[in-house]
């Protein structure tokens, strides 16, 4: 992921920039961290492979940042969600319609809290969101 300059869409532009080139170069997916504000013409996409929703809480969880997925996905790119940490959050990421996402969750207790993240990933399989694949 190229350097970003957390809940500062601009900033964050403006660090990865020079990096995409370069990372994508080596031959790793380019991955821009979508800040709060990024919906507002601040994405990079011709020059990412990656949409990565970082933000605040209340952004990456936002119609915003779910219509820069749904935009993402239409131009042929992947969608990862930062801080996935709970059952709830989960299901937001797969309805925004993310291949992948992060969090520390297994950290904070793995013998108790693994169990739980393996059957949260059976429910998203077994029961999929009211939006279907049209998120």
């Known amino acids: 992921m190229a350097p970003d300059v957390p809940l500062d869409a601009a ?3 403006t660090e990865s920039m ?12 380019g ?3 979508a800040q709060d504000g990024s919906e507002h013409g601040l ?15 209340a952004w990456k969880t936002s119609p915003a940042a779910h219509r820069l997925a749904v935009e993402a996905r239409e131009r042929g ?7 996935v940490n709970s059952r709830r959050r989960l299901r937001i990421a797969q ?4 291949t992948s996402g992060d969090g520390t969750y297994l950290a904070y ?10 059957a949260w990933m059976n429910e998203l399989h077994a029961a999929p969101t009211l939006f279907g694949d049209e998120t």
């Open 43 to 57: 994405i990079p996409w011709d020059s990412i492979d990656v949409l990565f929703l970082a933000g605040s809480t």
């Open 77 to 83: 790119l992947s969608v990862h969600m930062g801080r």
């Open 11 to 13: 900033a964050t532009l």
């Open 95 to 98: 309805a925004f319609g993310c």
């Open 109 to 118: 207790g793995p013998g108790t809290n693994l169990p739980r993240l393996l």
């Open 31 to 33: 991955a821009f961290a």
């Open 18 to 29: 020079p990096w995409l080139a370069p990372i994508r170069a080596l031959g790793i997916p």
